[in-house]
C-alpha cells in the first residue's frame, strides 16, 4: 500500500508553491491550488483565508473521480478538464499527470481563455516536479536515510496521546 | 495512500467507513463530529439525498494532535451503502489507509452485511488492494436494538480472521471512538513499518 505514498519534501514543496504563486499572478485569479487524487490538499495561493480549502480538496477529488467513472464508462480515458460557471465566480479544475488535480478559482478579473493558457504552460512545469518527487522518494525508501522519518521512533504512547 | 509532506511537517491519512445502507457509517461520523473540540476538526461534508442517504461520501477531516512535530491528520469517509450505488463507492476506496466495516447486528440484515463485505473486498482488488493486508476494524452496530444477533455468531459470519472488533451504538456513541482509534492505530503502525 505505501508502493503509492506521496512524500513531500521541502525543496520540491517550495518549487510547487513557487509555480502556483506565479499560475495565481499570472491568470488574475482568487485562489489556485493542487489537490493529489485522493482528496489531499498539497499547496495553494491566493485569498484562501476565507475559504475552506480542505472540504473544497476533497470535493474537488470526489468530482475528478466521478468524472473519470463517466469517462470510462464513455470508453474515454478521462476527461482531464472541467470547468463550473457560477454567477461572480468560476472553477476551472484540470488533472495534470494523471496524479495530482489543479485547481484555478476566477471571477470577471480574469477570463477563461486566460486561465486554460496559462494552466497549461503550469502543468507542464509541475508534472516535471512530480516526476522528481516520485524519483525521490524511491531512492530515500532504498537508501535508509530517512533518520527524519517521524515513524522511527513512534510508541504506543504517542499514538494514545493522540485521542485524549 | 498517505500523504507525508515534511515541508509542512503534516501526515495525513484516510480512513474509509464502509457497511450495509441503514447500518449506522454517516452516524458514527455525525458523532465523532458531534463529540470533537472544534480546533480539532473541519467541517463535516454530506453528499446526501433529500431523505439524508448518502449519495456520494460524507468528509470529516480530523486533525488529531502532533507525533514527534508532525500534525497528524485523519480524513474520514464514508461510502454510500445502497447497493445501486457501486459505481461511487469504489471511487471512494482509492487511496484509502485503513478501512471501519459497519455490520448492521440486527438479524435481519445479516444477509445485508455478508453481501456489503464481499462488494468490499471485490472493489479493494479492483484498486489493487487487499483486505486481509490492510489496517482493518469491524464493528458491530446498534446493539442496543432488540433483535440483534449474538456477538458470536456475527463474527464467526464476519470476521473469520478475528480482526479487532467493537460492539457500538452509534446513535448515543459508544464503541464510535474505541473503533477509531483503533483503525487510526493500525494506520500508524502500519506507516511505522515502511518509513
Known sequence: MSGSDLIMY????SKID?????????TNAKVVFLVDKNGQLIASAGETREIDTTSLASLTAGNIAATGGI???????????????GENDNIHISLIGQRVILVVIFDKRSSLGLVRLRVKKSSEALVTIFNEITNKSEKEKGSDSLDESPFAEISDEDIDNLFK | MSFINYSSREINCK??????????KTTNLQYVYKKTNPDQKGKLISLATETERTLFFDFLPLALGD?????????LYTVPGQVFYAASRKLILKG????????????ERMEAN?????????????????????PYTIQHNKRDLPNV?????????????NVPWFEGVAVTGPGVFETLKNVAKQVLIELKKHY
Open chain 2, 149 to 161: 444477533a449474538p456477538v458470536e455468531s456475527m463474527n464467526k459470519l464476519l470476521n473469520p480472521r
Open chain 2, 114 to 134: 455478508i453481501e456489503s463485505l464481499e462488494d468490499l473486498r471485490i472493489n479493494l482488488a479492483e484498486q489493487g488492494y487487499d483486505l486481509d493486508k490492510l
Open chain 1, 71 to 85: 469517462a470510462r464508462l464513455l470508453g474515454e480515458k478521462e476527461f482531464t478538464i472541467l470547468f463550473h460557471e
Open chain 2, 67 to 75: 507525533i514527534k512535530g508532525f500534525k497528524v491528520r485523519f480524513h
Open chain 2, 15 to 24: 480512513i474509509v467507513y464502509y457497511g450495509p445502507g441503514l447500518c449506522g
Open chain 2, 96 to 107: 484509502v489507509d485503513g478501512v471501519v466495516f459497519v455490520a448492521d447486528s440486527q438479524i
Open chain 1, 10 to 13: 521541502e525543496e520540491e514543496f
Open chain 1, 18 to 26: 513557487e509555480e502556483l504563486q506565479k499560475l495565481y499572478i499570472q
